[in-house]
């Protein structure tokens, strides 16, 4: 930092216009220089990100450029969407980038739970058992597979469920997983990210092993892995050690806070085709779906991905350390290898909980007037806080909070488009601690 300011002239300046506007924007003096603290001793850890970013960047170009995307792609079909060449390069698109066979990537799945879905009952026959190795999945899918009775489950369709869960140290319990899986056991499920659950988020690497284990045991078996929230954190993704399809939602991490819904399926092509002829219809498969015009947002969005979900784990990175540094646990550590874009912090009480969405909201740049409050939200046992001023409803690869109003009254923060905005988003919800005496700053 005192080297870059010699450097530039005025640099004093500028950072003094900075701190103004950050005042401006609702920030105490203590809170920003707590934050220039915290920031300062995470240098290596962003040039570390920034690296990631920088690959994947040029595993995106390169996937473009093969295709030859041109303006033509991104031009509006409509009616049935035959010959919509922009749809199928795209779709080349992102098999290249995730080094698989074929891609399904389309607006008609509205979010990741129907793309999840649609995987699932695409391959999935009466008689057929589905396996989780990794544990209960996640909230949404419970309906789906079952596991909480539901009109349209995979169990009225006569699709079984098995689980092992993981061991207490967050291992694999590769004993119980040889033991549950049998003749029928079809397909198996694996979550990269933890989601709301306190196990921790798999790397790429050991989502590899469990894949090699699951094919030891049972060769023909379809690995399939939740890469919800995981996309582009790191160098490789599930199809680079050996899943057979990798499931995600467009207003995630692929999306880059362009795409405006969507969801994406990548892997085997017999597997992919499955979903095109579920998600359509028998005989049409992947040949019908009009883009009604996203396709340039789904593009541009996913030319982005890679830095914008850079930006979001700066933002969890800043956020771990500087919750850490205050006496609050954070999952995952400060100091902890990241394989998603989650950070949650325990904050203790109900009062914590929510100045923390308040400040999260404030710093938003849609609805940063309006105060989230805790709701009855349909499926949860308890009251749930909410903030997110976003651009594309409920897309959580823009800056967000929510938690369950019930102790250790934990922050589940995700996503920021840019690493600024996270970085406001995480000061401010400082700042309201602060000003509610919750936490004492020099
Ligand atoms: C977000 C998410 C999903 C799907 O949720 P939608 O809200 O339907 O997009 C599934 N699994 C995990 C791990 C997720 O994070």
Redesign the pocket.
């Known amino acids: 930092m005192r080297e870059a300011n010699k450097q530039t002239l005025g640099g004093q300046e500028k950072r003094t216009a900075r701190d103004a506007l950050y005042q401006e924007l609702g920030l105490s003096r203590p809170v920003i220089e707590y934050g220039r603290q915290v920031e300062a001793d995470l240098r290596e850890r962003f040039e570390g990100i920034d690296e990631i970013a920088e690959y994947n960047q040029l595993k995106v170009l390169r996937a473009m450029q093969k295709h030859r995307v041109c303006a033509e792609h991104f031009a509006a079909s409509t009616g049935y969407g035959y010959n919509d060449d922009g749809r199928e390069t795209l779709e080349a698109v992102y098999a290249e980038t995730f080094h698989a066979e074929a891609a399904l990537v389309r607006s008609q799945m509205i ?4 793309a ?1 879905y649609l995987a699932l009952s695409a391959n999935l026959l009466p008689g057929d058992e589905l396996f989780s190795p990794v544990g209960k999945p ?1 909230d ?2 419970e309906e789906v597979i079952g596991i909480r009775p539901s009109m349209g489950s995979l169990a009225e369709y006569g699709v079984t469920y098995a689980q092992a869960d993981l061991l207490p140290d967050g291992s694999f319990d590769y004993e119980a997983i040889r033991a549950a899986i049998g003749p029928c056991t079809k397909l198996a499920t694996i ?1 990269r ?1 933890k ?1 709301y659950a306190s196990r921790p988020t798999l790397s790429v690497a050991r989502i590899g092993e469990l894949i090699a284990f699951l094919k030891k045991c049972k060769p023909d078996l379809i690995c399939m892995v ?1 890469n ?2 995981g996309e582009f954190v790191e160098e490789q993704e599930p199809s680079d050690v050996g899943a057979d399809l990798v499931v995600g ?1 467009l ?2 991490n692929p999306g880059g806070g362009l795409a405006p819904c969507g969801g994406y399926i990548v892997g085997r092509e017999d597997l992919v085709e499955r979903c095109a002829r579920r998600l359509s219809s028998p005989g049409l498969g992947k040949e019908v779906g009009a883009n009604l015009g996203v396709n340039r947002d789904l593009y541009q969005g996913f030319f982005l991905a890679p830095t914008v979900t850079a930006g979001a784990l700066k933002g969890a990175v800043f956020a771990a350390n500087l919750y850490e540094r205050l006496g609050y646990r954070v999952i995952p550590g400060g100091s902890e290898s990241r394989h998603d874009i989650i950070q949650a912090v325990e904050l203790n009480t109900p009062e914590a909980l929510c100045a923390f969405c308040e400040g999260i909201q404030a710093a938003a740049p849609v609805d940063s007037y309006v105060t989230p409050v805790p709701w009855d939200m349909p499926g949860y046992d308890s009251q749930v806080i909410m903030a997110a001023g976003a651009f594309v409803q ?1 897309s ?1 690869i823009e800056l967000s909070a929510d938690g369950p109003l019930r102790a250790p009254y934990t922050a589940f923060f995700q996503g920021g488009l840019t690493w600024q905005h996270a970085k406001l988003g995480i000061l401010m919800s400082l700042q309201k601690l602060a000003e509610r005496g919750i936490v004492k700053l020099g």
Request: aromatic share 10%; glycine share 16%; proline share 0%.
């Open positions: 979010c990741g739970t129907q999840l996640y949404t899918l979550q990210s989601g939740d919800c929230y939602s207003i995630k409920g959580s």
